[in-house]
């Protein structure tokens, strides 16, 4: 196909721009439970053509348990181990978008490897977005407590600093999915390459 008349350059350009840059690294996805890290990650992955994989069904799948099973079994510092492994794993096959649970990112090692063989995005979602969402939603077993608000604020208190460590902030509100979509694509795009599709990077502007 001849590229002599290219039309004005949309998303596409975009997608493949981003594509290209990656090379074999993934896109990790961070931050609390209910900030809409899987279904952001499915759109993400889709609109880049990569595979998409959920950690924590990962988890579950090569424990054959259910978290919250895996957590009333074994407890929490067992999962922390096998979701580092299940991590290490996963990124060592990339390129693919990776959806990862809230305390992830939270382990010194899972960081350092995120950052080796990934670019991170921060989805930050304020309590009551969060709050909003995982009341629909008993299967998350810290938040198996007598003030589960309460434990999300603590739980953000002691992540954020930490998921600031990110490369990439987004701010995930009650907006359409597809709209936070487009600012984690709009944002990897600036990250990797430096401008918007369709200009010279080698102008200033």
């Excluded at 350059?9 to 594509?19: F, G, M, N, S, V």
């Excluded at 978290?67 to 996963?90: C, K, L, N, Q, W």
């Excluded at 953000?156 to 600031?164: A, F």
């Excluded at 490369?167 to 359409?176: G, N, Q, W, Y």
């Amino acid at each position: 196909m001849s590229e002599t008349a290219a039309p004005a350059q949309t998303h596409p350009t975009l997608e493949a721009d981003i594509a290209a840059a990656l090379g074999s690294r993934s896109i990790v996805l961070v931050g609390m439970m209910g900030a809409g890290k899987s279904t952001i990650g499915r759109r993400v992955a889709a609109r880049l053509r990569l595979p998409f994989t959920d950690a924590d069904t990962e988890i579950e799948t090569a424990a054959g348990m259910t978290i919250p099973e895996i957590f009333e079994t074994h407890g929490e510092s067992y999962f922390r181990d096998g979701e580092a492994r299940v991590i290490a794993r996963i990124l060592d096959h990339g390129p693919i978008v990776l959806a990862t649970g809230g305390g992830a990112f939270m382990r010194e090692e899972t960081r350092n490897r995120i950052r080796d063989k990934a670019i991170s995005i921060w989805l930050k979602a304020d309590v009551d977005v969060i709050m909003r969402r995982v009341r629909r939603r008993a299967d998350r077993p810290l938040l198996q407590t007598a003030d589960p608000e309460a434990t999300v604020n603590r739980l953000l208190g002691e992540r954020e600093p930490v998921y600031r460590n990110a490369d990439l902030t987004i701010a995930s509100r009650e907006v359409p999915h597809d709209r936070i979509v487009d600012e984690c694509l709009e944002a990897l795009h600036a990250h990797l390459c430096g401008s918007r599709p369709g200009t010279d990077p080698t102008q200033d502007g």
